[in-house]
């Protein structure tokens, strides 16, 4: 369904439906007619399979089913079903899935929904949960090309900073690890409704693009990040300790074979040094 963007249009559908919006599910629609087609055209979903997370109304929805060979949307709340059955019901190459992203698991989804094209994530996140989403998109190392979606306008800069600088945080390093991060374009809090309390952006995740960095234990390596970030203001010397119990003396020297004093801070870790220090430490 066109017009999806369009005041009225939304008003007549939450008085035809009882719908209200619901805070705590992050329910804030775009209103902004240019934003669904551009994050379409720029998520490189034509003629191949697109997964959303979130459809609310459908307006995004509607954007990828005019470019994407299949759409397979989930959504945790069942009283979107009939909504989405109402506006989306001309679109054929459309399924969607009522459940909590958080949860399904996407490597089986996928192998089953797409088992012959190749696949990329087009979404306008709740923002209450996407840091967590994001890790699981990422961790999972799902199939897929790349991720495109709507997150917070500070939370865009922390995904798209680099490593070793003062924006980097845990899930940072997670975004490095996994792809190329690129901010898109902003979008102005003017453009949802309801209006939250920030502006966001729009990123794009590149998995195909990412620079490689070898470590032997990603797991390990990614505890000492999150050890690192728990406690950004104290020195990585005791940050890991207290997170990880590992020995004052045995961080501190390994924090010198990677060439960093033993006052250093989480922030000024590149990620091949992280993966060094993971390296030196998980011995
Ligand atoms: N795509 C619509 C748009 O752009 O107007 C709605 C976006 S709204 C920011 C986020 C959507 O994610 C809502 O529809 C909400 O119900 C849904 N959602 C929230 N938590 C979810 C979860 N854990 N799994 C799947 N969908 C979720």
Do not use: H, W
């Not at 997370?53 to 989930?74: D, N, Q, R, W, Y």
């Not at 728990?230 to 940050?239: D, P, V, W, Y």
């Amino acid at each position: 369904m066109d017009g999806l963007t369009n005041i009225k249009t939304i008003k007549n559908l939450l008085e035809k439906f009882g719908f209200s919006f619901s805070k705590q599910l992050g329910q804030n629609f775009l209103i902004n007619e240019g934003v669904c087609p551009k994050m379409a055209e720029l998520s490189g979903c034509k003629d191949i399979g697109v997964i959303e997370i979130g459809p609310g109304f459908g307006v995004l929805t509607s954007e990828l089913c005019k470019k994407a060979k299949k759409v397979v949307s989930i959504e945790i709340d069942e009283r979107l079903k009939p909504v989405l059955e109402y506006t989306l019901a001309e679109e054929k190459n459309v399924e969607i899935i009522f459940g909590d992203a958080m949860k399904i698991d996407l490597k089986r989804m996928i192998a089953e929904k797409f088992p012959d094209m190749p696949v990329v994530i087009c979404a306008n996140l709740p923002y209450y949960i996407t840091s967590p989403i994001l890790m699981k998109l990422l961790e999972s190392e799902l199939p897929i090309n790349s991720i495109t979606v709507m997150v917070q306008k500070e939370a865009a800069t922390r995904l798209c900073a680099k490593c070793g600088t003062r924006s980097c945080g845990a899930v940072t390093a997670a975004v490095s690890f996994y792809s190329r991060a690129q901010k898109l374009f902003d979008v102005s809090r003017g453009s949802f409704m309801p209006a939250p309390n920030v502006d966001s952006s729009v990123i794009k995740l590149d998995l195909t693009k990412r620079e490689k960095v070898d470590v032997n234990n990603k797991k390990f390596m990614f505890k000492l990040i999150r050890a690192g970030f728990n406690q950004r203001r104290k020195t990585l010397t005791n940050s890991i300790n207290s997170g990880l119990a590992i020995d004052k003396q045995k961080i501190a020297l390994a924090l010198e074979q990677i060439g960093l004093k033993p006052t250093a801070r989480a922030e000024e870790l590149t990620l091949k040094q992280f993966a060094d220090l993971s390296d030196i430490l998980e011995k």
